[in-house]
């Protein structure tokens, strides 16, 4: 199997490197499938391998009683196992794929850690993704307490259209409540409400987008301060209206 090439891979972050980085990465990167459901890491083991996704969405949760609270979201815009990057070797916290098929290229977490030292280009552009990301998982604690179920379901649904081809999330109505830690009835009534409003279709599985600004409308406010920082530390990111 060839080499992935800069040019040709789709992960923003990898894109944005300089070259003699990616080259550094490059031997050591593995183009993967992946799968919904897929575990990336799990929670309070050592994280072996980093994926920067090529496409899909991944979910970083946390668990409390058996009940697994969504507090981040990955997709071609980073990496994953972002404690390695900052000196740990493990986390409470699990990620897997929530919406797939996907690619990824893979690469053990040591030699990314190790390229990461030994650069500071790297290990600068590196922990830009780790600001970004960290403004992100701020801002879902601060629409979990301060904004509606519509406007914190039309951030997650417009987080999730960034991160994928096309308008269609394939997502159900329990795995939505699950990562809001809401009740699955107020999913229900929340997706028809925004469908009654021409901002999505709701389909057995599927959302689908069909008119973002009426989704950023309603999202106000709780949506856009994670992508203004990726844009400001790293490069383009996320769809235009």
């Known amino acids: 199997m060839s080499l992935p090439s800069q040019s040709y891979t789709r992960n923003l972050l990898l894109g944005a490197m300089p070259e003699d980085d990616f080259a550094t990465l490059q031997p050591h990167l593995v183009r993967i499938e992946l799968n919904r459901n897929d575990v990336l890491f799990e929670c309070n083991l050592p994280i072996e391998q980093t994926y920067f996704l ?3 969405v991944a979910s970083i949760v946390s668990s409390e009683d058996g009940e697994q609270i969504e507090v981040g979201i990955l997709g071609r815009e980073g990496v994953s196992g972002i404690p390695v990057l900052l000196g740990a070797d493990r986390t409470p916290h699990r990620a897997f794929m929530q919406v797939g098929p996907s690619t990824a290229l893979r690469m053990e977490a040591g030699r990314l850690r190790d390229a990461a030292n030994a ?10 993704f780790v600001q970004a990301f960290m403004v992100q998982t701020a801002q879902t604690a601060t629409a979990s307490g301060n904004y509606s179920l519509p406007e914190r379901l039309a951030r ?4 999730c259209h960034d991160r994928v ?4 999330l394939e997502l159900t109505h329990d795995f939505m409540a699950m990562m809001l ?5 107020g999913v229900t009534v929340t997706l028809h409400t925004l469908e009654a409003a021409g901002a ?4 057995r599985g599927r959302v689908i987008v069909r008119d973002r600004k009426k989704l950023l409308a309603v999202a106000g406010d709780s949506y856009g301060r994670p992508e203004e920082e ?3 530390l790293i490069g383009p990111f996320g769809k235009s209206i």
């Open 156 to 159: 997650w649904l417009l987080m």
């Open 230 to 232: 990726y844009r400001r």
């Open 54 to 56: 090529e496409s899909g």
């Open 165 to 168: 081809d096309g308008d269609e």
């Open 181 to 185: 830690a809401v009740r699955r009835s």
């Open 200 to 203: 999505i279709r709701a389909m």
């Open 119 to 128: 650069s500071e280009s790297l290990r600068t552009i590196l922990l830009r």
